[in-house]
């Protein structure tokens, strides 16, 4: 048995335009996002892999970014699932900052370390910064798993219980999943998926509104590592350009 998922990064945001640093502050998809997320929907129904359920985080851009998708498809009416485990990397204190002015600020080795390290979380985040979640609806079950900063480890133990419980079940069902993320939720999936390494989950950057195909065996680890692209040129140059924020 070959279970199939997709993993989609959300398009454009208006703070991705502006190189803000993003986390679970609620951003809409710019124009050029929902250009994006409908490119998307189309490479998934020229490539015939129409998704059965989907999955979203409970942020807008990836929200929109699914409805776009699945719209262009014909696939607006699939069944729905959300979760905050899914959620982009909180990214604490320096929600709403510049990324060039934090990297003048902080110099880039700093800079990187919060960016990209396996297990350096950025600052906390104050309860009362005008950035802050705390006191938002969608997160008032939390409780004490609502966070205050995460680095990519936090990411995977918080997203792990759900990739296990909630989109394992879905495959298992003969479900082709469609997960509408975000570049650190993903890096944290894809981390899990590929064995990557602490080390060199670093130089990873997954691209926004590009389809990413995993075929998954039995054990539901990938037939083909690191998946594929359905626009691999174009995908290839997005995350180089993801990888070049801040500069
Ligand atoms: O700002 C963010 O939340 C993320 C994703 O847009 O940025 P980065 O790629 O720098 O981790």
């Known amino acids: 048995m070959t279970y199939e ?11 991705n335009a502006k190189n803000l ?4 502050v609620d951003v809409d998809l710019n124009d050029k996002g929902r250009r994006e997320a409908v490119h998307g929907g189309e490479l998934l ?5 129409l998704p059965d359920v989907v999955h ?3 942020l807008r851009r990836a929200i929109t970014t699914a409805h776009l998708a699945l719209d262009v498809c014909d696939r607006h009416w699939i069944p729905v699932r959300r979760s905050w485990r899914l959620n982009e990397r909180h990214y604490g204190g320096l929600q709403g900052k510049d990324k060039k002015q934090t990297m003048e600020e902080y110099g880039e080795e700093q ?13 906390p ?3 009362d910064d005008e950035y802050s979640q705390f006191g938002d609806p969608r997160y008032a079950g939390l409780g004490d798993d609502m966070p205050h900063t995460e680095c990519l480890k936090d990411v995977i133990v918080r997203m792990l219980p759900y990739w296990e419980s909630d989109i394992i079940a879905d495959l298992r069902d003969g479900q082709r999943v469609l997960v509408a993320a975000h570049g650190n939720s993903l890096r944290a ?4 998926l590929d064995g990557i390494s602490d080390e060199d989950i670093a130089g990873l950057n997954i691209p926004t509104g590009m389809p990413l195909l995993y075929r998954l065996d039995d054990d ?8 594929e692209y359905l626009d691999p040129e174009a995908a290839a140059a997005a995350a180089a350009a993801v990888a070049n924020q801040g500069r």
């Open 56 to 58: 979203t985080s409970l």
């Open 220 to 227: 539901f680890r990938p037939t083909v590592p690191g998946g």
């Open 125 to 127: 985040i104050a309860e």
């Open 5 to 15: 998922l997709v993993l989609l990064r959300h398009g454009e945001s208006e703070w």
């Open 45 to 49: 129904a020229e490539a015939g892999l």
């Open 21 to 24: 640093f993003t986390g679970w």
């Open 189 to 192: 999936v894809v981390k899990h």
């Open 111 to 123: 800079f990187m370390l919060w960016r990209r390290s396996f297990d350096v979380p950025p600052p």
